[in-house]
């Protein structure tokens, strides 16, 4: 199935534009693993760790109330980052070509 996020204008208040972005993405490095609970050689995967992601953002990251404290990370969040990056990147490239 298709899944999707609650995301409706009159559901949400208080809004203002993200200072969040390029710098922000700079400082996150993705990761390739293996779950540890993973007995086969499968594919790794490709994702961030949460301890990594949280020292940047720590708002991206949920801290269970778990004996471990287990982390989890928002990535649905990250949408929202990539796209504010990447209009940053358009503004220097518009920039650099003096078209800004």
Request: net charge positive; charged share 35%.
């Given at each position: 199935?298709?899944?999707t996020a609650m995301s409706d204008v009159n559901k949400k208040k208080d809004f203002?534009?993200?200072?969040?972005?390029?710098?922000?993405?700079?400082?996150?490095?993705?990761?390739?693993?293996?779950?540890?609970?993973?007995?086969?050689?499968?594919?790794?995967?490709?994702?961030?760790?949460?301890?990594?992601?949280?020292?940047?953002?720590?708002?991206?990251?949920?801290?269970?109330?778990?004996?471990?404290?287990?982390?989890?990370?928002?990535y649905q969040n990250m949408v929202a980052l990539l796209v504010e990056a990447v209009?940053?990147?358009?503004?220097?490239?518009?920039?650099?070509?003096?078209?800004?």
């Open positions: 199935g298709t899944y203002e534009d993200s200072k969040i972005g390029l710098k922000e993405v700079m400082g996150l490095q993705p990761k390739l693993y293996r779950m540890k609970k993973d007995t086969k050689k499968s594919e790794k995967l490709l994702g961030f760790i949460a301890q990594e992601v949280e020292e940047v953002l720590p708002q991206m990251v949920h801290t269970a109330n778990d004996d471990m404290g287990t982390k989890a990370i928002n209009k940053e990147l358009q503004q220097e490239i518009k920039g650099l070509k003096g078209t800004a």
